[in-house]
Nanobody, 124 residues
Framework: QIQLRESGGGSVQAGGSLSLSCVAS????????MAWFRQAPGKEREGVAT????????YYADSAKGRFTIARDNAKGTLYLHMNRLKPEDTAMYYC?????????????????WGQGTQVTVSS
């Protein structure tokens, strides 16, 4: 089981930037995916971006393409999400997740380890 801890959330005005970090600990083996999800009040949890621990090819939700960048540092066991040109509709609790996902890599059902979340609030 992987333990995950997010940090870096906060409040920002529309058009601004924020970077989130997720520190992973615990034993893992093989290739697995690390992802960022978000959940706004009254909405389902949705995938934002994900990346395999052994690949440099990330996957992004359409809402994140061109504005968000996911990155990982395997040596530090840390996953990042750099968010630019933030919009009020990006306001949500952001979660880091990890899992041995075989398909549908932005579906939360494939992820077995979750962090506690960090709040991102974007004001207009």
């Amino acid at each position: 089981q992987i333990q995950l801890r997010e940090s870096g959330g906060g409040s920002v005005q529309a058009g601004g930037s924020l970077s989130l970090s997720c520190v992973a600990s615990g034993y893992t083996s093989g290739s697995y995916y690390m992802a960022w999800f978000r959940q706004a009040p009254g909405k389902e949890r949705e995938g934002v971006a994900t990346i395999s621990t052994t690949s440099d090819s990330p996957y992004y939700a359409d809402s994140a393409k061109g504005r968000f960048t996911i990155a990982r540092d395997n040596a530090k066991g840390t996953l990042y999400l750099h968010m630019n040109r933030l919009k009020p509709e990006d306001t949500a609790m952001y979660y880091c997740a990890a899992g041995y996902v075989e398909s549908d890599v932005l579906n939360p059902r494939g992820y077995t380890s979750w962090g506690q979340g960090t709040q991102v609030t974007v004001s207009s």
